[in-house]
């Protein structure tokens, strides 16, 4: 399948389906393309599948489906983009779809964002649920949120410098605790009660923001070595280092073996991989401790 800007792109998108392709559709956003057809490989007894990919070409989900013919012949969206319609044999099912918001929970606090069709940048509410008070942020480009006890951290793209985005510390009513600049693409975002970490298809980016049973932020003014680094996935993370978005550069290893999510806990956090390879690393001594193997893409 190809994917193209317009009808010169030099540069189109290719993406390797697996499947022999029957019907597309964009979704009413055009922000996701659902294709239906049938897989080249049986899974699970089916091959009639529906694969949803980015408007750049990440794969994003896969929908396997019962049939007999093992064909799906025609995908249709509904006018929100809610559901999906598939056409089946001799049969129409629907499906629901759920979208990524972005939430979270924290301190008694609902932070959740949206955009309103008036404004080009997103609504950000801060909601105690306890007194019923809610606190209003604005934010361009906003990609991520994640929240863990007393934080939250709001990560948003620069709009003025190429490859920079915002990482934001805020408290439960929104105001600005501590910032960082990243040149690292934040595609999987985890918190826990010291550490920030921020993963790219290849980069994995960790930030110790505060001190283990503390109330106090790890601020003094100046940057320790260990507080804040990032290192390739298949490299020995290096924890006499110092990030510098100014100087750091990513390393020339080619990665066939992309980082597909991650998770972060009090004592550790996890990364895992396409292949199903799930790596442990230490907190807040940033070590590889252990692998595992999965049977499936951890998501």
Request: proline share 4%.
């Amino acid at each position: 399948m190809q994917l193209m800007r317009n009808m010169t792109d030099d540069s189109p998108i290719l993406v390797d389906t697996g499947m022999f392709i029957k019907h597309v559709k964009w979704n009413p956003n055009g922000n996701v393309l659902a294709v239906s057809g049938s897989s080249i490989e049986e899974v699970e007894g089916h091959k009639s599948c529906v694969q949803f990919y980015s408007a750049f070409g990440a794969h994003l989900r896969s929908l396997r489906v019962p049939s007999f013919t093992g064909m799906v012949n025609a995908v249709t969206w509904e006018g929100y983009g809610l559901r999906i319609a598939l056409a089946v044999d001799t049969n129409i099912l629907f499906a629901n779809i759920q979208p990524n918001y972005m939430w979270g929970y924290f301190s008694s606090t609902l932070v959740f964002a949206f955009r309103k069709p008036e404004r080009n940048d997103m609504c950000i509410i801060f909601w105690d649920v306890t007194v019923n008070e809610k606190h209003v942020k604005y934010m361009k480009r906003l990609q991520k949120i994640a929240c863990c006890d007393e934080y939250c951290i709001l990560v948003a793209k620069n709009e003025e410098v190429a490859n920079q985005w915002y990482i934001v510390l805020c408290n439960a009513v929104g105001c600005p605790v501590d910032s960082k600049v990243i040149t690292i693409e934040p595609k999987h975002v985890a918190m826990s009660k010291t550490h920030v970490i921020i993963a790219s298809d290849e980069v994995v980016y960790y930030w110790h923001y505060r001190q283990k049973n503390s109330n106090v932020m790890a601020l003094d003014g100046k940057k320790k070595s260990g507080k804040e680094n990032a290192f390739h996935i298949d490299e020995q993370p290096k924890t006499d280092g110092i990030y510098d978005k100014a100087t750091w550069k990513a390393p020339s290893i080619t990665c066939e073996d992309p980082i597909s999510a991650i998770a972060a806990s009090t004592d550790a956090f996890l990364v895992g991989r396409t292949s199903g390879q799930v790596l442990k690393f230490t907190i807040p001594y940033i070590q590889l401790e252990s692998r595992m193997s999965l049977r499936s893409r951890p998501q």
